[in-house]
């Protein structure tokens, strides 16, 4: 089975921008969830989808917002960007009360 | 609201020996607890997962031990090669989700 797939790997843009990442989970997987790694803040949860609906949502603003589409596939989008939205977001997939299989990542840099 | 700490920040080694990270958590309440490596830049491998009505677990060289009484896991790496050096983070779930609150992780440098 193949793993979960992040798109873009890398990106860079700048403050005021507005950016899309894109996770597809891994074949059978409803769940998907997404993360926030920083080096001060460690990872954080952003938010978690299950068939198209957001089940739960962590402690960050409005300008973070996801979406799941009936395939599965989810896309987080991050809109007015800040240089501390600087990270690496990460996107999992889990079965029901499995382990959660997390992707390569996608290193946002804001300039 | 569930914290999770991981003593010490980070740990060298030499090749060959058995090392100890440890991870502890405040809400004993959990219904399992995870063992993740990541390599610089890179996202998190999934070691071993402990369900909370397990002690132990074990794959390879890796054994994760969970005491839920005192909000304590280990997870003991024998013999240490030069390959298993990267930042290691144990993680739990909230109750009834699938969030997962993770500790700040041990980075840890097996040196040859």
């Known amino acids: 089975k193949a793993g979960v797939t992040q798109t873009p790997r890398y990106l860079i843009k700048t403050r005021g921008q507005q950016v899309t990442l894109s996770c597809s989970p891994i074949?059978?997987?409803?769940?998907v969830s997404w993360y926030q790694q920083t080096p001060g803040q460690g990872l954080q949860f952003l938010f978690e989808y299950f068939s198209e609906t957001q089940r739960n949502k962590g402690n960050f603003p409005g300008r973070f917002s996801g979406r799941q589409f009936s395939n599965s596939r989810s896309e987080m989008n991050v809109s007015t960007l800040e240089l501390g939205d600087s990270a690496l977001y990460l996107c999992?997939?889990?079965?029901?009360?499995?382990?959660?299989?997390f992707g390569p990542g996608t290193r946002l840099t804001v300039l | 609201k569930q914290e999770v700490t991981q003593i010490p920040a980070a740990l060298s080694v030499p090749e060959g020996e058995n090392l100890v990270l440890n991870c502890s958590f405040t809400d004993s309440a959990i219904y399992n607890l995870q063992w993740f490596r990541q390599d610089p830049g890179k996202g998190l491998t999934s070691l071993l997962l402990?369900?909370?009505?397990?002690r132990e677990q074990t794959s390879g060289r890796l054994n994760a031990s969970l005491d839920k009484s005192s909000g304590r896991s280990t997870l003991y790496i024998a013999a240490s090669q030069p390959g298993d050096s990267a930042t290691y983070l144990c993680?739990?779930?909230?109750?009834?989700?699938?969030?997962?609150?993770f500790g700040t992780g041990t980075r840890l440098t097996i040196i040859p």
């Open positions: 402990i369900q909370s009505s397990q």
């Open positions: 993680a739990v779930p909230s109750r009834g989700n699938e969030k997962l609150t």
């Open positions: 999992a997939s889990s079965p029901p009360g499995d382990t959660q299989y």
């Open positions: 074949s059978g997987h409803r769940s």
